[in-house]
């Protein structure tokens, strides 16, 4: 642990288009090498996709992917007695929030389709109908810690 003084988050601007943090911090996941005004395209066309495909704002869908992706447990390695256990943890809401983006950019990025505008639309879209790579992802971690649930005694 470092002793030094608490680290501070940083307050992160609204998206300028649709005001939103959380879609603020999605735009930064994204984002490659510094390159934020290429990852605000990629995310506000996927956007675009998304309200023609579902007749529904845009925003409302992406936010309801994000928490059909979003993990409750998750199961971390300890190591104890010389074994290593599969401890069953609860997620904290900002780890979670993490945890759903990276897979869905991950999943997006896996997909077949040819641009990163429809895989990105493409994933958010199978997450909002909780179906889909990153839907299964959280169904197999909510599945590996209730098999684990013997070990949560070990918890932290």
Known sequence: MARRRKILDREILP??????????????????????????????????IL????????????????????PLIKVVSRRIGGSNYQVPTEVTPKNAQALSFRWIISFSRARSEKTMVERLAGELLAAYKKEGASIKKREDVHKMAEANKAFAHFRV
């Open 15 to 48: 998206d300028p288009k649709f005001n939103s943090v959380i879609l603020s911090k999605f735009i930064n996941t994204i984002m490659k090498k510094g390159k934020k005004s290429l990852a605000e395209n990629i995310v506000y066309d996927a956007m675009d």
């Open 51 to 70: 309200e023609k495909k579902t007749k529904k704002p845009s925003i409302e869908v992406f936010t309801q992917a994000i928490e059909n992706v979003r």
